[in-house]
């Protein structure tokens, strides 16, 4: 039995491109389950079949809905509408933080050229190949992430001040810390973090930790990990006493 439209809620949706446009308003019927994906959808299929919308899964595990439900970053798929106050237009727009494409779709690739600069996992060498449990647990945090890009869409170094020359951003510093918290991994990443990915522009406000779906604490487990080992690689007053007795240089990746 097909289920009754319990009432109709209003969006605004962003329409345009990189050179502008504008908010335009959709009524789209609600039923029982309903998630704002459900909604663009069927925006699309009855109202504006031009409408761009990227998504793949619809089960919050690719990353690609990413949007800005009533001025919050979000997963469309995991937005349910009976949590939104419908007797508002709900906005949806694309991410700020990224070029726009077309309507809600946005220019992500910058994304990977960061990810080129990270030195990948390299094992010491005749490391023996054996993990403790509670080594697996500390990086297995870190490979939820589905790279939705929400934190970097919400981090305010490259929403507000466009530093993406200086400033990888918390994705890649989870990634980051997933690779140099490895156990069996040997390769020294504080020059990357340092100069190339700009860890020292962060100033912890923990805003990317609350728009995470997979709930990966971002700023206690993998940010400020990473500046302590910053730190110590290149303002420990005692590790650089003893690097100029040995003559000793910093890490050279």
């Known amino acids: ?35 704002v994906l459900d909604a663009l959808h069927s925006v699309q299929a009855n109202q504006a079949p031009d409408l761009a919308v990227r998504w793949n899964c619809k089960a919050g595990k690719c990353g690609s809905c990413s949007a800005e439900v009533n001025g919050r970053p979000r997963l ?30 946005t220019d992500v690739s910058w994304n990977f050229k960061v990810n080129r600069k990270i030195p990948p996992f390299q094992p010491r060498p005749g490391v023996e190949w054996k993990m403790y449990q509670r080594d697996v647990d500390r990086v297995q945090e870190f490979r939820k992430c589905i790279e939705c890009f929400l934190c970097q869409n919400v981090c305010h170094v490259l929403r507000e001040h466009s530093k993406e020359e200086e400033f990888g951003g918390p994705r890649f510093f989870v990634r980051t810390a997933s690779l140099d918290m490895h156990p069996l991994d040997g390769v020294s990443r504080a020059r990357v973090l340092k100069e190339e990915l700009g860890i020292g522009l962060c100033n912890i406000t923990k805003c990317c930790t609350e728009v995470c779906p997979e709930d990966i604490h971002i700023t206690d487990n993998a940010i400020i990990p990473l500046k302590e080992r910053v730190v110590d690689e290149y303002y420990d007053p005692l590790l650089m006493l003893v690097r100029k007795i040995r003559g000793v240089g910093q890490a050279k990746l």
Do not use: S, W
């Open 1 to 35: 039995m097909a289920e009754v439209p319990l009432a109709e809620a209003t969006l605004q949706i962003f329409r345009g491109d990189r050179e502008g446009g504008k908010a335009v308003d959709y009524r789209v019927p609600l039923v029982p389950g309903m998630v």
């Open 76 to 105: 469309t798929c995991k937005t349910r509408m009976d949590t939104l106050p419908l007797n508002d237009p709900i906005t949806i727009f694309p991410m700020k933080a990224f070029p726009i494409i077309k309507d809600l779709v």
